[in-house]
């Protein structure tokens, strides 16, 4: 599987950037490190969720899979 990184764009109004840019100053990185840095929490949040659903569908075809083969004989 080859795993491509993607682009997320959002919009801010001039306050919220300026206040994004002078934080990012003040720890010595590139606004676009800080931003991604404090919504890594919120990332693994949304990642384990994302986990929980796929391994639940995935049961659920199993059981529909299962379901289906036994009322076929």
Do not use: C, D, Q, W
């Not at 840019?21 to 720890?27: E, G, I, P, Q, V």
């Not at 404090?38 to 659920?60: D, G, I, N, Q």
């Amino acid at each position: 599987m080859v795993k491509k990184t993607k682009v997320i764009a959002f919009r801010v109004n001039a306050n919220e950037y300026e206040a994004l840019s002078n934080m990012s100053a003040m720890t010595g990185e590139k606004l676009s490190e800080f931003v991604h840095r404090h919504m890594s929490p919120v990332t693994a949040v949304a990642m384990e969720h994302l986990t929980k659903a796929r391994k639940k569908a995935e049961a659920k075809a199993k059981r529909l899979a299962k379901k289906e083969a036994a009322s076929g004989l």
